[in-house]
């Protein structure tokens, strides 16, 4: 597979995502770029000691000249969440970081595709779309992909099911204000409320009380954090099933965070819908049909987000 791919940032997130890229021979080239030299020299260092055992990647450090040719650039700088902190409590500072890097790699890859990890995530892919002069259709976070990962292993955890047979989302900001659009949920073509009584095996299967289930997805990051200072093994996964997506031509729909343009009444604001992605980037939305109350807590959601951005210095 002859790509290259570009991550900005050698922090536990970056790392990791450089580490997962090459456990699934995404990519022929990695280049890592951090402003602490020596952390992006020996994260790639230690990553390519270990590629005899998974196959011909070329993992190493850089500046931005070394970006250039880049089919994808993954953003993951700025400052890691702390204990009790919320993902916007981050936002002035990490917009600040972006704005410095902005140009730079944009100049260095203008045609690369941009998936932006750093949180808040949809703020700096709004910042990105805004000031960076590359098209809409090629700048998107990793936005709820991460968080529909967790309701899908909660409901799998909950029924002993394997996660692949449950489906569903979560929609919105990821962030306080992200929520599970139910009535597009199910576990092997049965919607979830329905699954228990629709089971006619001999155990007895447990009921679940959905804010509970939404409240443990908007609460993990915030325990991992306290837990262990940061979140990287679920990300990392994350975007390696993003890049892994945008290297082929068959599209995949995922909830990426991205520029909405007037679905279900909302527009200049980046959040998470099922969107259809593929080698070229966007292609397009799905406006999912949801319930009023699904559409109006995807409008909070929104109005969160552009609250946040008229406080946010570009």
Not at 292 to 299: P, Q
Request: hydrophobic residues 40%; proline residues 4%; glycine residues 8%.
């Amino acid at each position: 597979m002859a790509n290259k791919i570009t991550i900005i940032g050698a922090g536990q997130v970056g790392s990791t995502v450089a580490y997962a890229l090459t456990l699934r021979q995404l990519a022929s080239e990695i280049v890592i770029i951090d402003i602490v030299k020596d952390k992006a020299m020996g994260e790639a260092m230690d990553i390519r000691q270990g590629t005899p055992f998974i196959g011909p990647v070329n993992v190493r450090d850089g500046d931005y000249e070394d970006a250039k040719g880049s089919d994808i650039v993954i953003f993951t700088s700025g400052v890691g969440r702390k204990p009790g902190q919320s993902r916007l409590d981050l936002t002035q500072t990490n917009v600040d970081i972006a704005k410095s890097v902005i140009p730079i790699i944009t100049k260095a890859c203008p045609n690369a595709l941009y998936v932006i990890v750093a949180n808040p995530v949809d703020i700096l892919t709004y910042q990105f779309i805004k000031t960076s002069g590359i098209p809409a259709s090629r700048i998107f976070g990793t936005g709820t992909m991460l968080d529909t990962a967790r309701f899908r292993a909660r409901i799998a955890e909950t029924y002993k099911v394997c996660q692949e047979n449950v489906h569903g989302y979560v929609f919105g900001e990821h962030g306080d204000s992200s929520f599970v659009p139910w009535s597009l949920a199910n576990i092997g073509s049965i919607p979830v409320d329905a699954y228990a009584s629709s089971y006619t095996g001999k155990d007895v299967l447990p009921s679940f009380n959905k804010d509970d289930v939404e409240d443990y997805i908007r609460k993990s990051g915030g325990i991992i954090i306290a837990a262990k200072k940061c979140t990287n093994y679920g990300i990392g996964v994350t975007t390696a099933t993003l890049v892994e997506a945008l290297n082929y031509s068959t599209d995949s729909v995922l909830t990426i965070s991205s520029m909405l343009n007037g679905e279900y009444g909302i527009s200049d604001v980046c959040l998470s819908i099922p969107t259809v992605v593929g080698c070229n980037g966007i292609k397009g939305h799905l406006a999912t049909p949801l319930t009023d109350a699904e559409i109006a807590s995807l409008k909070h959601s929104a109005d969160c987000l552009k609250d946040v951005i008229k406080q946010v210095q570009f």
